[in-house]
């Protein structure tokens, strides 16, 4: 069970477009359709952003979308905005019915 | 409104138990998959647990198995997380949270906080 990959930081002004990625194997991430995605902001609950890889929850800005190229998974917010500013994970079940998280990406918005 | 209220949290100390529960209120709780997840403090995520909606089929992580137990009693909306056999490793915040469609948690409650210390 071990963790997704992320990179630990990402940065970007307001205004432009990041990309977060997320690593994992054929048994997680590029078995399945699956991947979901999730911003925290400091002392809160996470909050589901993507599902099903590329799909928003109703209420969900349009500025989130996701993406999937084989063991890859990857989240990009376009527009950034200062409230953008949080951490992020991805998550990914996996063949033997567990789930695995990546460890996070701190993203700052400069 | 949908909601999800965990508690149960507290100090424990090493090699100890606690009961962690979670009230679901706003939608139909014995319809979906219900899982635990931890975050130790500074650290990311960490999935812990989970159920199916006929609370028949459960699974853990391996950093828990044989010592965590989860269950779920539909007619009381809750959740619960039997902890045992405690570490200090596990000292984290726990959230209760909803599995949606495909694999996603799309609901979270607010956490509880468990320390494990002597």
Redesign the interface.
């Known amino acids: 069970q071990s963790a997704l990959t992320q990179p630990a930081s990402v940065s970007g002004s307001p205004g432009q477009s990041i990309t977060i990625s997320c690593t994992g194997t054929s048994s997680d991430v590029g078995g399945y359709d699956s991947v979901s995605w999730y911003q925290q902001h400091p002392g809160k609950a996470p909050k589901l952003l993507i599902y099903e890889v590329t799909n928003r929850p109703s209420g969900v800005s349009n500025r989130f979308s996701g993406s999937k190229s084989g063991n890859t998974a990857s989240l990009t917010i376009s527009g950034l905005q200062a409230e953008d500013e949080a951490d992020y994970y991805c998550s990914s079940d996996t063949t033997i019915t567990t789930w695995v998280f990546g460890g996070g990406t701190k993203l700052t918005v400069l | 409104e949908v909601q999800l209220v965990e508690s149960g949290g507290g100090l424990v100390q090493p090699g100890g138990s606690l009961r962690l529960s979670c009230v679901a209120s706003g939608f139909t709780f014995s319809d979906y998959w219900m899982?635990w997840?931890r975050q130790a403090p500074g650290k990311?995520?960490?999935?812990v647990s989970?159920i199916n909606n006929y609370g028949s089929?459960t699974?853990?992580?391996?950093s828990v198995k044989g010592r965590f137990t989860i269950s779920r009693d539909d007619a009381k909306n809750t959740l619960y997380l039997q902890m045992n056999s405690l570490r200090a490793d596990d000292t984290a915040v726990y959230?209760c949270a909803r599995g949606?469609?495909?694999?996603?948690?799309?609901i979270?409650?607010?956490?509880t906080m468990v320390t494990v210390s002597s």
């Open positions: 899982h997840v990311g995520l960490l999935w989970r089929a699974s853990y992580a391996d959230y949606g469609v495909r694999a996603a948690f799309d979270w409650g607010q956490g």
